[in-house]
């Protein structure tokens, strides 16, 4: 009888035992104009570490007034992935991207079993980690951000034309270089993804993109942000093949092409009696589909229809920049506009529209 009670409370113990939880706590000395709350925000692709959304957060609360806080929670998943810590200043509940300035968020990589403390202030109205324990891989990110918003700083209206190239060549090398030589493949991800221009980049140094490939696959097998860069490689491929062909590399599809020359005439014969068979069906498609495109584009203005022939043409922003003697700023704004007006999501597409509008 008295084995069976010892049974049940050790049952009863695991059960009522906490789940896994990860855990970030510290101090954060705050000003008078920022919010005593700290959130916390998941970010479940790369891509979304340039993202803010309120959908995101899943833990926040209140900073004490000596300063003191602390975030639990479990509902993350077992891997390790990026999570973004922030502030809110006033009324605004934005996240500031700005590197160079003013930003009130820090990026993280945890898992369950995440056990982060630090410190932070407020400087010149930006949150500042002054010390961070628990986490090699956060301090290497740490380090990283240090480093790019000091680099960044070096940029402004009033440098020349050829120093701002070279700040941003020294900027691309400087972050390839920390994403090969970081030990974790994650946090040189996270560098990877703050490249201005990876498919541009691609064209003249796709081995370094294939080696890390290479490196994330052999760290992370399977995980989900594997599966991530798996997916903006074959983006960065497609877009290669669409522009430009590189020395010693022949594109797939040019072999295809040569080994089935003759199946590919039998197709298009096949191809040819359907059409005619069809005829007047397929051209009311078309004839709908070519008003809307040309549609689309007319409703481009001058400036945009120019940057997206010259994109077409595999131009960097940079050249685009320089041909149309604009901002760099100015050409990211156009090709976002360009984007959205015709409903497109990166380069491969534009190129694609381009070429068939």
Not at 16 to 45: C, H, R
Not at 48 to 55: D, G, I, K, R, T
Request: proline content about 3%; glycine content about 4%; hydrophobic content about 40%.
């Amino acid at each position: 009888m008295n084995f069976k009670k010892l049974v049940y409370l050790l049952l009863a113990i695991i059960v009522s035992f906490p789940a896994q939880a990860m855990e970030i706590k510290g101090t954060i000395s705050l000003q008078d104009d920022w919010q005593p709350v700290v959130y916390l925000a998941s970010l479940n692709s790369p891509d979304n570490l340039f993202v803010a959304s309120p959908e995101f957060v899943i833990a926040e609360t209140f900073i004490q007034p000596d300063g003191t806080f602390s975030i639990q929670t479990t509902s993350i998943p077992e891997d390790a992935r990026f999570y973004r810590l922030y502030l809110v200043r006033g009324n605004n509940s934005s996240v500031e991207f700005n590197t160079s300035a003013h930003r009130n968020f820090q990026h993280l990589l945890l898992d369950q079993h995440s056990e982060i403390e630090l410190d932070a202030t407020i400087e010149d109205n930006t949150f500042v980690i002054k010390r961070i324990e628990g986490s090699e891989d956060n301090n290497a990110i740490l380090t990283f951000d240090r480093e790019l918003a000091q680099r960044m700083l070096q940029f402004s209206n009033d440098i020349t034309e050829a120093k701002h190239d070279f700040l941003s060549q020294d900027l691309e090398n400087y972050i390839k270089n920390f994403a090969n030589s970081v030990p974790n493949s994650l946090v040189g991800l996270y560098a990877l993804y703050h490249l201005d221009e990876k498919d541009t980049d691609f064209l003249r140094n796709s081995e370094f993109y294939f080696g890390f490939q290479k490196r994330i696959n052999e760290q992370y097998p399977g995980a989900h942000y594997t599966q991530a860069y798996t997916e903006l490689l074959e983006k960065l491929i497609g877009f290669r093949d669409l522009v430009c062909e590189i020395p010693g590399v022949q594109p797939k599809w040019k072999d295809n092409l040569l080994i089935g020359q003759s199946v590919l005439i039998l197709i298009l014969v096949v191809l040819m009696i359907a059409l005619i068979a069809n005829s007047r069906k397929k051209m009311a498609l078309a004839e709908v589909e070519n008003n809307k495109s040309h549609s689309s584009f007319s409703n481009l203005t001058i400036k945009e229809q120019e940057i997206l022939k010259l994109l077409a043409e595999g131009k960097t922003n940079k050249e685009i920049a320089k041909e149309l003697y604009v901002e760099l700023s100015t050409v990211k704004t156009h090709i976002n506009s360009i984007y959205k007006q015709l409903q497109l999501s990166n380069r491969k597409e534009a190129v694609e529209y381009y070429r068939v509008k």
